[in-house]
């Protein structure tokens, strides 16, 4: 039996402090959070400098949560991970400054781990024997990517958004409605109570053959209705508009990540993200794969939302192959994902 390898992870990339420890990949043994929702719900949005100074309150305190949840001290660990982009630089800062200190202070190693990377990674802390090759849907408040995952070490991005990001358009939508910061979780709430045929909102395919991704005319679309029934004094339905909304931008996720599936004859198929959590995109994506005869995975949602077990897992096959980041490692707001 191989030896348990423990890595301690930290993920700062928005406005989550998060820590965990998980143990050979999958054996979550802390998973600790700390939500800045209530700080940034006033000013509608996350404010960066605000969500970089309460990491800064929070970070010891939540890393000495999870090692006291784990029941393990500092010495325990194998490695320190730590997501290093993309995000709001300032909040990366943070995380990162913390995660080298430590690595320098026990003498463990440091891995630098992809934010979306850890998205990625969270189906395969639910379900370690994921079929690959696989076509993996990752859908967040800032990124709506197609990637063809072959092996754990190599990978293409297929598709990716062209302008809003499919979580960006769900907020700002949620906004224009009048719906409480997190946009997105309030908008498939009211969805639920909506027609989503009631309005036909454009779906945006691109050329031919696209796999890539745009919600800006959608967006726009939405805007616009509620625009021009405010001035012919028209009543909306606001929960038809979010249900007609939210269906639009399923259609063609879903549409899309099954031709890639297709294309690329994978083995399945995985969602991920923090969009991944939402009820009807996991449901209908579901269906498509059943008919498709793929298998769908989707993570459960408290590993689709920003947290460090995702990032804990990305970091241990990188620990296999002893992908090791230097002490100098800096925080990269746009990184992409190669």
């Not at 989503?196 to 991704?213: K, M, T, V």
């Not at 967006?219 to 639009?248: C, M, P, W």
Request: glycine letters at 8%; charged letters at 15%.
């Amino acid at each position: 039996m191989e030896p348990a390898t423990t890595i301690l992870a930290i993920e700062t990339s928005c406005d989550e402090t998060a820590a965990a420890i998980v143990i050979n990949g999958t054996e979550i043994r802390a998973n600790i959070v700390a939500s800045q929702v209530a700080t940034h719900r006033r000013f509608g949005g996350v404010v960066p400098e605000i969500a970089s100074r309460r990491h800064m309150e929070n970070i010891v305190p939540v890393v000495a949560a999870a090692l006291a949840a784990a029941g393990l001290s500092f010495p325990d660990l194998d490695a320190v991970a730590v997501t290093y982009g993309p995000g709001l630089v300032g909040a990366l800062l943070v995380g990162l400054a913390y995660a080298k200190s430590l690595a320098y202070a026990l003498d463990k190693p440091l891995i630098g781990v992809h934010h979306l990377l850890g998205h990625i990674y969270a189906g395969f802390l639910q379900y370690p024997h994921l079929p690959l090759p696989a076509a993996c849907l990752v859908v967040s408040g800032g990124h709506t990517s197609l990637v063809y995952l072959e092996s754990h070490t190599r990978r293409r991005i297929l598709g990716a958004t062209r302008d809003d990001a499919a979580g960006e358009a769900f907020d700002k939508v949620a906004r224009v409605l009048g719906l409480p910061y997190p946009g997105g979780p309030e908008l498939e709430k009211l969805a639920r109570q909506g027609n989503p045929r009631a309005i036909n909102f454009p779906r945006a395919w691109l050329e031919e053959g696209s796999l890539d991704f745009s919600f800006s005319g959608l967006k726009s679309a939405v805007i616009n209705y509620l625009h021009h029934a405010r001035q012919t004094g028209t009543e909306v339905n606001r929960a038809d508009v979010a249900a007609s909304f939210q269906a639009a931008v399923v259609e063609v996720l879903v549409t899309k990540t099954i031709q890639a599936a297709r294309r690329m004859a994978t083995r399945s198929i995985l969602l991920a993200g923090g969009v991944a959590a939402n009820s009807s995109l996991r449901r209908e994506l579901a269906a498509a794969g059943r008919e498709a005869g793929l298998p769908v995975f989707c993570p459960s949602p408290d590993l689709c939302t920003d947290n460090a077990a995702m990032i804990a897992c990305a970091a241990y096959y990188q620990y296999l192959r002893r992908d090791f980041a230097p002490l100098d490692l800096n925080a990269i707001p746009d990184l992409p994902l190669n």
